[in-house]
């Protein structure tokens, strides 16, 4: 399957790796590349037979962000005012992550040489991560007169790696090197390059066996921060599925503490489901 020669997709089975193809230009960014993803991701949610997504790249390196003369001269040939072409851009890119979160398919994703900017977002929005010893990634935006809070970058790695190297990696455009980034929890491992996409598919071989509605829950439980609904309009879940009897909220420690106190099991301190409608002290589902 190949939505244009930027990416490539291959199934093996339920499985299906997904490869960002222009290796002479680092895989950047180009419209071309970001409209093939934005394609493919919005395809997954009518695709139930897919269960899990391997997120590599050919090349010596994974992702080098947005291809910048690709996109000014698009922007060259176009009708456009001067903050139209680069807000369109970031609205284009950005789509790429919000459809990574949304879909149903746990995605792995695999990264080795260079992942910058919109190419560590990539990382960043994916559900595993290995990487090889040559990852290096950077929240580069600081570094081209952009607020360093670029695509998802301050709400994926306050969430994945804290508020202070959060932070740093934001303020200064600074790298992470593989090693740090798995001591520090945003690598599941670090693998020999030509090992990384065994890796993944023996990782996906194991989710890939279970319903689709569980591995949904799975990514809702884990994503989801403070208090979100999963009601009516749940993305991809035709007929019974897609509309829940009773909405669901999901709830952390910080608003259990806010709203009932850390002991008091109503808040759902265990990070559990419940029904929205349930105030009365009932359990936490799956507790």
């Not at 999963?230 to 709203?259: C, K, M, N, W, Y």
Request: hydrophobic residues 40%; aromatic residues 6%.
């Amino acid at each position: 399957m190949t939505l244009n020669d930027t990416i490539k997709v291959e199934a093996r089975g339920p499985i299906e790796i997904l490869t960002l193809n222009r290796p002479d230009a680092l895989n950047a960014l180009n419209p071309e590349m970001v409209e093939a993803l934005n394609a493919y991701l919005a395809e997954l949610h009518q695709r139930p037979e897919v269960r899990v997504v391997i997120l590599r790249a050919e090349g010596r390196a994974f992702c080098a962000g947005l291809d910048i003369k690709a996109a000014r001269a698009r922007r060259a040939g176009a009708n456009e005012t001067r903050w139209e072409g680069p807000f369109g851009t970031q609205s284009a890119i950005g789509n790429i992550y919000r459809k990574m979160r949304s879909i149903p398919q746990p995605i792995i994703a695999l990264g080795h040489g260079a992942a910058c900017g919109g190419g560590f977002s990539l990382l960043l929005a994916s559900d595993v991560r290995y990487g090889a010893p040559s990852l290096r990634m950077n929240a580069a935006y600081i570094k081209i007169g952009l607020t360093g809070c670029d695509m998802g970058s301050s709400y994926f790695l306050p969430r994945l790696v804290g508020a202070s190297l959060a932070s740093e990696l934001i303020l200064t455009g600074r790298f992470i090197h593989a090693d740090r980034a798995l001591a520090l929890g945003l690598l599941s491992d670090v693998v020999a390059e030509d090992k990384l996409l065994e890796t993944g598919l023996a990782l996906a071989e194991e989710p890939h066996r279970f319903q689709r509605v569980n591995l949904l829950w799975c990514r809702g439980v884990v994503q989801f921060d403070k208090v979100e609904v999963l009601g009516a309009e749940t993305p991809g879940f035709p007929g019974r599925l897609g509309r829940l009897a009773e909405p669901i909220v999901v709830v952390d420690q910080s608003v259990a503490r806010a709203g009932h106190g850390a002991d008091d099991t109503r808040g759902g301190c265990g990070g559990g489901y419940r029904g929205a409608g349930d105030h009365d002290g009932g359990p936490t589902v799956g507790e």
